[in-house]
C-alpha cells in the first residue's frame, strides 16, 4: 500500500458496490506514484488507545476486490484528517481484530433488522 500525500475530503452520495449506505462519506487518496483512489469510508475505530481509518476503494484493481485499506488515523489542531501508514505488525494485527469485531457486529445488527421486519 502506498503512502498517501494528500487527503481531500468529499461526499459523492453514492458508493458504487455498496449497498449499505446511499450517504457514505468517500475520500481520494494521492498516493506516491501520483495516481488516485478513492475510497468509501467504511469506518473508524479506535484499537490500542489509537484511532484507525478503514477505507474499501471504490474502482479496485483485478484481484484486489474487496481487500479494505487501514491507516493510523489523526486530526491536527485545526481537526484536519491526517493518515499514517501502520508499519508494526503487532499494531496491524491488533487493528485488524478490531475491524473484524466491528465487521462481526455489523452482521449482527443485520440479522437483528431483519428479523425485526419479517415480524
Known amino acids: 500500500m ?4 494528500e487527503l481531500i475530503s468529499n461526499c459523492t452520495g453514492n458508493c458504487e458496490g455498496c449497498s449499505a449506505c ?4 468517500t475520500v481520494t487518496l494521492q498516493l506516491d506514484d501520483g495516481s488516485t483512489c478513492e475510497c468509501a469510508i467504511l ?6 488507545g489509537k484511532d ?4 474499501l ?3 479496485p484493481a483485478e484481484g484486489e476486490e474487496g481487500e ?3 491507516y493510523r488515523y489523526l486530526q491536527d489542531e485545526k481537526g ?3 493518515l499514517e501508514n501502520i508499519l508494526d505488525d503487532e499494531e496491524f494485527e491488533i487493528v485488524s481484530d478490531a475491524f473484524d469485531e466491528w465487521l462481526d457486529a455489523c452482521e449482527y445488527d443485520e440479522i ?4 425485526d421486519e419479517e415480524e
Open 80 to 82: 484536519n484528517p491526517d
Open 2 to 5: 502506498s503512502n498517501e500525500k
Open 43 to 48: 469506518t473508524i475505530l479506535e484499537a490500542g
Open 22 to 25: 446511499d450517504d457514505k462519506m
Open 52 to 55: 484507525y481509518i478503514v477505507l
Open 57 to 59: 476503494p471504490q474502482n
Open 112 to 115: 437483528v433488522d431483519e428479523e
Open 68 to 70: 479494505v485499506y487501514i
